[in-house]
């Protein structure tokens, strides 16, 4: 029997496999009905017929129209999500920058340790 450790969210690896699963397949959901976009909807039709797969889309191996749209949506996002992590960073009454700055500062010291 294999077993398998705590990971360090605490969380038991089959717990966590398990989850990862039921979020895969409700995402899997919501791309076959369209709610995420039609490019989506598409390619989830490919990766059913395993003509592509997610890795694939998301790694720029498949070319089509539908994946290249889906990876320009991606960056836009990723752009956005910076800069909200940038602005909270600088602002001295949000929770999320004051974890990011205690973030740098042990990076700093990690980095002056090497």
Known sequence: MQR???RPDG??????????ARISS???DRRRKGESGKA???LQQRIDKRQTTE?????GIDKSPE?????????KTMRK??????EARHD???????ELRKMDELNERINEDR
């Open 55 to 59: 890795n694939d889309t998301i790694s």
């Open 40 to 42: 989506w909807q598409i």
């Open 26 to 28: 409700q995402l899997e």
């Open 11 to 20: 969380s038991c690896g089959r717990e966590t496999d398990k989850e990862d």
């Open 81 to 86: 999500l910076n800069q909200a992590v940038e």
């Open 67 to 75: 994946a290249r749209e889906v990876r320009a949506g991606m960056v």
């Open 92 to 98: 001295d009454n949000s929770e999320l920058g004051a």
């Open 4 to 6: 398998r450790s705590k």
